[in-house]
């Protein structure tokens, strides 16, 4: 049996995080899985802030730019780590 491809794995995660409920995730996770979501399919993050400034979006973006240093790939790998952590509770 051969690995899946990265891309593979991390929208299988993807799946899986999406039928979480955000009550079941702690703050923290939930952030740590949005930047590394972010950082793998958007890339590094730019910062601008807006008149739209809230609290929320200014912890979502930080969190994003924290991890900034990593490759689309490390986020991915990053990204399925957390989840498999989670399910294999």
Known sequence: MTEKDLDTRF????ETALKMTQATLPQDVQL???AYYKQA??????YNQSDNFDLRN???TNAWMQISHLTAEEAKENYIAIINSLTSK
């Open 41 to 46: 399919t958007f890339g590094t993050a730019v």
């Open 32 to 34: 740590r899985l949005y």
């Open 11 to 14: 929208s299988e995660a993807v």
């Open 58 to 60: 200014a912890f979502k």
